[in-house]
């Protein structure tokens, strides 16, 4: 079976196509990372073994498609020049903005939080209100309800000593 310079010509050009496009899945692990904030290392790992499992069907699909399940060296570096290139310029883009919206979710979620503290103290404001009425109630009642007591206590000590004096 001959191999021709083209054919060979067309697979570098599918490769560099297949790096700049796990270049792109790469991406988005990273948006993920970035805008999820401090990574646990146990997640990393988790994220960068489904990429390589990604990356490892995809090169040997190609290299299926294209070269016949046979692995070369310049299909290789087509790959890894592919996945440099898009790295180094949309990457570099994607990064930064990712970056940025991640600050702006951190912004607006202290605001937010502020927000809600602010709204959550003042809802509570009718609350503490009734709490410390019910509880001035309460004692106010006590002290009715012991001076009344006071009263009776004295009125039957009254009428024991008039009957004692009779």
């Given at each position: 079976?001959?191999?021709?310079l083209?054919?060979q ?8 196509v297949l790096?700049?496009g ?6 988005i692990f ?5 805008l ?12 960068d073994?489904?990429f ?8 040997a ?6 070269n ?7 299909l290789?570096?087509g790959?890894?020049?592919g996945?440099?290139v898009?790295?180094?310029t ?10 940025w919206v ?6 607006l979620e202290?605001?937010f939080?502020?927000?809600f503290?602010k ?10 209100f009734?709490?410390e ?13 012991k001076?009344?007591?006071?009263k009776?206590?004295r ?12």
């Amino acid at each position: 079976m001959e191999t021709y310079l083209s054919d060979q010509a067309i697979a570098f050009l599918w490769a560099v196509v297949l790096g700049g496009g796990l270049g792109g899945v790469y991406d988005i692990f990273r948006v993920v990372r970035i805008l999820r904030g401090r990574d646990r290392p146990v997640l990393v790992f988790l994220e960068d073994l489904l990429f390589a499992l990604i990356a490892a069907l995809a090169t040997a699909s190609c290299f299926t498609w294209t070269n016949f399940g046979q692995v070369r060296l310049f299909l290789l570096a087509g790959e890894g020049l592919g996945f440099m290139v898009w790295h180094c310029t949309l990457g570099v883009f994607i990064g930064a903005v990712a970056r940025w919206v991640a600050r702006l979710l951190r912004w607006l979620e202290r605001i937010f939080r502020r927000f809600f503290e602010k709204f959550m103290n003042f809802s509570k404001k009718p609350f503490i209100f009734l709490k410390e009425w019910v509880r001035i109630e309460k004692s106010r009642y006590a002290e009715r309800r012991k001076s009344h007591e006071n009263k009776i206590h004295r009125k039957s000590k009254a009428r024991k000593k008039d009957e004692s004096r009779r």
